[in-house]
C-alpha cells in the first residue's frame, strides 16, 4: 500500500471551481480580461502568483482560501449528506404525520349527516304534498 502525496494544483481548483459554478473558459477570460487560451494555460499551471489568484477569486466569487483549499471530495461529501439528510427528513415526516382523529370516524359522521339532510328533504316534500 503507497501512500501518494496530492499535488496542490491551485491550477486544477480554478478549473473544477470554474466548472462547478458552470463558467466556460470564455468567460472568465473576459472578467479577468484575458483570452480563452490565458485561463487554459493557467489552469495547467500547478501554481499562481497571488495577485493573479486574487483577480481569479474576484471573478470566481469566492475567496483565495477557497481556491487553496478546494477538495472535490468535500464538495461530493457535502452534497451527498445535503442529499441523504434531505430524503432522512423527508422519509421521517412522512413517517411521523399521526392524525388526531380517526378518519374513518369523519367518514362515517359525514355520511350521517348525509343521510340525515336527506331524511329532512323527504319529510318537507311530503309535508308540500299534503298541504296541496
Known amino acids: 500500500m503507497s501512500t501518494l502525496t496530492k ?5 486544477r481548483k480554478i478549473s473544477r471551481i470554474r466548472e ?9 477570460a473576459q ?4 483570452n480563452q487560451q490565458a485561463v487554459s494555460i493557467m489552469e495547467n ?10 483577480e481569479v477569486a474576484k ?8 481556491i487553496k483549499n478546494f ?6 461529501n ?20 399521526q392524525p388526531t382523529f380517526n378518519p374513518l370516524d369523519k367518514v362515517v359522521e359525514l355520511y350521517e349527516r348525509l343521510v340525515q339532510a336527506e331524511k329532512d ?6 309535508k308540500l304534498l299534503k298541504t296541496k
Open 31 to 34: 472578467a479577468l480580461g484575458t
Open 78 to 97: 457535502i452534497i451527498g449528506n445535503t442529499v441523504n439528510n434531505h430524503d432522512n427528513a423527508t422519509m421521517n415526516a412522512n413517517v411521523q404525520y
Open 20 to 28: 462547478l459554478k458552470d463558467m466556460k473558459q470564455e468567460a472568465l
Open 71 to 76: 477538495s472535490e471530495e468535500a464538495v461530493l
Open 45 to 54: 499551471s500547478e501554481t499562481i502568483e497571488e495577485e493573479k489568484l486574487i
Open 121 to 126: 328533504k323527504v319529510e318537507y316534500l311530503e
Open 59 to 66: 471573478a470566481l466569487g469566492v475567496s483565495v482560501e477557497a
Open 7 to 11: 499535488s496542490n494544483h491551485i491550477g
